[in-house]
């Protein structure tokens, strides 16, 4: 049986500063871009989950929708029968379950069922209740930058400074949440790297993290297999061919360190903590 440490009674523990955590990506949907229909069974998800687990990762992020590029939206209805199932029964086994989703009651409904983060990729934009209900629940909120839904998502990457402008864009965000009752201890954000943000609009948020850092909240990174990735290689790659990529922006930012990354091959991302970590305690310095 997987033991993990039970985040509702330590949430300050589990955004406190340390090595990068690492949340392994569950999507319970037929229709992801790197993943769709792996685990779409709550029982194939649910083992999933566990086996991320058992490789080292702090926290499971459960999905029912897809965001890839283009993606239709599913129905409440239909979100909450893919990911409550899972939800419940990974936090019943003492697994840190976060839930990524863009709906206030879906979050709300996965949370009374275990979960202890709600990730929202809309930054709270795609739900005007998200603020203050993630508010009242009292648990981690990570707020990402965003700009439109996946439909037309790529038509939104028009930026003078990508840096400077999703800085302000989250800044603005976050004063919203602590002025819908939000804590800021409660807070993490995430630049939305591929969310309005085709190719080369991600590097820069990667290079210049330290003026995110800036704003003072812990900071999430979700580069796993995104297309960005692919276009920096030499040769084309299929999304789960993109791991050796991920580990290598997982070793970069763990050395600030970042509060956490969102892969899909927990392994590899553990091990690049792991040799970061090593060189850290030998004297290298960021």
């Not at 409904?109 to 709270?124: F, K, T, Y």
């Not at 900071?219 to 790659?237: C, D, N, P, Q, V």
């Amino acid at each position: 049986m997987v033991h993990l440490p039970d985040w509702r009674t330590a949430a300050s523990e589990l955004l406190s500063r340390g090595p990068s955590r690492v949340m392994g990506i569950l999507n319970v949907t037929p229709d992801s871009f790197s993943d769709g229909g792996d685990w779409f069974g709550a029982q194939a998800a649910v083992d999933h989950g566990l086996a991320m687990a058992l490789s080292g990762a702090d926290i499971i992020d459960v999905g029912g929708e897809s965001t890839r590029p283009g993606a239709q939206r599913v129905s409440e209805d239909e979100e909450l029968g893919r990911v409550l199932p899972v939800v419940r029964a990974l936090a019943d086994r003492g697994v840190a379950v976060s839930i990524d989703t863009m709906r206030a009651s879906v979050a709300g409904a996965c949370v009374a069922a275990g979960a202890v983060i709600v990730n929202d990729v809309s930054g709270g934009l795609a739900d005007a209740d998200m603020f203050a209900t993630v508010a009242s629940l009292g648990v981690p909120y990570v707020l990402s930058h965003w700009r439109a839904h996946s439909t037309d998502m790529d038509d939104h990457d028009r930026y003078d400074d990508v840096v400077v402008q999703v800085r302000a864009e989250l800044a603005r965000r976050a004063e919203e949440f602590i002025a819908a009752g939000g804590n800021p201890g409660q807070l993490v954000l995430d630049p939305g790297l591929g969310f309005a943000k085709a190719t080369d609009s991600n590097w820069p948020l990667l290079a210049r993290l330290d003026e995110l850092e800036s704003l003072g909240f812990p900071i999430l990174i979700g580069a796993s297999r995104k297309r960005f990735l692919a276009a920096a290689l030499s040769t084309e790659r299929a999304p789960a061919q993109r791991d050796t990529a991920t580990a290598v922006v997982t070793a970069i930012v763990a050395q600030r360190p970042v509060w956490a990354v969102r892969v899909h091959d927990v392994a590899g991302s553990i091990d690049a903590i792991s040799v970061v970590t090593a060189l850290q305690k030998a004297g290298m310095t960021p």
